[in-house]
């Protein structure tokens, strides 16, 4: 079958690999009807990670169930399914208790798996024809029969469950009024869910043009960064010592301000932005510690965070991967009733084929690139 494969940085090439089967009675294998392009993948395409040559990227995966194991019991061949992207066993401490992105069964350190992902255990990607899918009844969410829906459903794999989650982190309530750092894909849905949360006002900070319109049209208010100092933008906004809560859809990968040559921490700029008491939710990646790596600072994990600010507010934060499977039923079934609507998100629907050439445009956040779906079978 055809798969997307990382050949070393900025090199991905569409080629021929084995055919994934079924290896543990609890697998089934997946024909992919669409899978996504997400800003995670650009630390192992840009070549800031191990990822070795020969990993099939891909981990925001649906489509229709071709082969179901012996054991297993809920899904049905010919099922469409989303697949979120933690691979996990279900049955773990941690998946118990709904954070499957710690799973301890298929890494143990609680790391947590991922399909196509350096570090996350050993599972292929899905941006291919095919693709096993382990611990299926756990990890398969079904979906209405048909094609309806099929750029928003794709959106549960990954991006809108970790919006929800940034919001989860962070603690947003009605009305409460919210930052969210990083118009991005992970950004905008973020800025989505606090809307559906009933926030009063959400304010979305990046500096591409056609991302902080996207921003707008759902209702968020764009702060152009490149404008002035956005903490100091947003308190202007809202008359007050900051918002309630603030959203890091960033990572470590934040750009300079203008005129400056260090890049943002946005950590520190979310303290900023945040009102006394408040609380900061952070999906946006930040490395862990590696002395040995040989960029920068942010790419070995160490940045100075304003800790004493931080405490004199007496604000609060929660970081992390999203359990995504953990939102994935309740938001299917908001987009089935019509109340959610994620795939205003998405700028393209391609081929496999064109995988190399979209992902050189995705990087460089090449307008109209903001969030493509690939369509290997579909
Ligand atoms: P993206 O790179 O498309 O979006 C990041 C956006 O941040 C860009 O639009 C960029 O212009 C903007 N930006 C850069 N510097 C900024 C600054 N100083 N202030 C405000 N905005 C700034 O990526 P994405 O797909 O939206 O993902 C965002 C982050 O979320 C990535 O780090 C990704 O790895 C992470 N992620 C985390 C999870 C999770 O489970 N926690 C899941 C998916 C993605
Ligand atoms: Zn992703």
Do not use: W
């Amino acid at each position: 079958m055809k798969a997307v494969v990382y050949q070393g940085p900025y090199d991905l090439s569409v080629s021929d690999v084995d055919d994934p089967r079924l290896e543990q009675p609890t697998d089934v294998i997946v024909r992919i009807t669409t899978t996504a392009i997400c800003g995670s993948d650009l630390h192992m395409y840009e070549g800031r990670t191990d990822a070795e040559a020969g990993t099939v990227f891909g981990h925001e995966n649906m489509g229709v169930v071709e082969e179901v194991g012996d054991g297993v019991t809920s899904v049905r061949r010919g099922q469409r399914v989303v697949l979120p992207f933690n691979v996990a066993c279900g049955f773990c401490t941690n998946c118990r208790a709904g954070k499957s992105a710690f799973c301890l069964t298929v890494n143990p350190p609680g790391a947590g798996g991922a399909y196509g992902y350096v570090g996350m255990g050993p599972y292929r990607g899905g941006q291919a024809e095919y693709l096993r899918v382990p611990f299926a009844d756990f990890n398969c969410v079904p979906l209405p029969e048909g094609s309806e829906h099929e750029d928003d459903f794709a959106l549960l794999a990954d991006i809108f469950p970790t919006g929800y989650h940034a919001t989860e982190l962070a603690g947003v309530r009605p009305g409460d009024t919210v930052a969210v750092y990083g118009a991005g894909p992970v950004g905008l849905m973020a800025a989505y869910s606090a809307l559906l949360k009933g926030a009063s006002r959400v304010f979305t900070v990046d500096k591409v043009a056609d991302r902080l319109q996207l921003a707008e049209r759902i209702g968020a208010e764009p702060i152009d960064f490149t404008r002035g100092d956005p903490a100091e933008q947003i308190s202007d906004a809202v008359r007050a010592d900051g918002v309630d809560r603030g959203i890091d859809a960033v990572g470590y990968q934040a750009t300079a301000p203008e005129g400056e040559e260090q890049p943002a921490f946005v950590l520190n700029q979310l303290v900023d932005t945040v009102r006394p008491t408040g609380s900061l939710g952070v999906v946006g990646l930040y490395l862990p510690s590696d002395p040995g790596a040989p960029d920068d600072n942010a790419a070995q994990g160490i940045l100075l965070f304003q800790v004493g600010k931080f405490f004199e507010k007496g604000l609060r934060m929660g970081t992390g991967q999203a359990d995504a499977k953990a939102y994935a039923h309740e938001l299917r079934d908001l987009i089935v009733a019509g109340r959610a609507e994620p795939s205003f998100v998405v700028s393209k629907q391609l081929p496999l084929a064109e995988a190399p050439d979209a992902y050189a445009r995705f990087d460089k956040r090449e307008e109209g690139y903001s969030k493509v779906l690939l369509q290997p079978t579909g």
